[in-house]
């Protein structure tokens, strides 16, 4: 019989103070049997690394548009 992954289920808060931008993230992580719990939290940290990346990004956009107005 396989054994089933555990679920995790994370609510997170991302403040980007510089820029005002304040975010509420729910994550639900499963956990593989064979995975340690470190990499397991890589792979979330990892997630809210290109999230940020992707905000300041589109900020980025959007004050290069207001700024050609």
């Given at each position: 019989?396989?054994?089933k992954p555990t679920i995790y289920?994370?609510?997170i808060a991302l403040?980007?103070?510089n820029n005002d931008h304040y975010d509420?993230?729910?994550l639900?992580?499963?956990?593989h049997p064979s995975e340690t719990i470190e990499r397991m939290m890589a792979r979330v940290v990892a997630f809210?690394?290109?999230?940020?990346q992707r905000q300041r990004t589109a900020n980025?956009?959007?004050k290069?548009?207001?700024l050609s107005r």
């Amino acid at each position: 019989m396989a054994l089933k992954p555990t679920i995790y289920k994370f609510k997170i808060a991302l403040s980007d103070f510089n820029n005002d931008h304040y975010d509420s993230i729910q994550l639900t992580v499963a956990q593989h049997p064979s995975e340690t719990i470190e990499r397991m939290m890589a792979r979330v940290v990892a997630f809210l690394h290109s999230k940020c990346q992707r905000q300041r990004t589109a900020n980025d956009i959007y004050k290069r548009v207001e700024l050609s107005r």
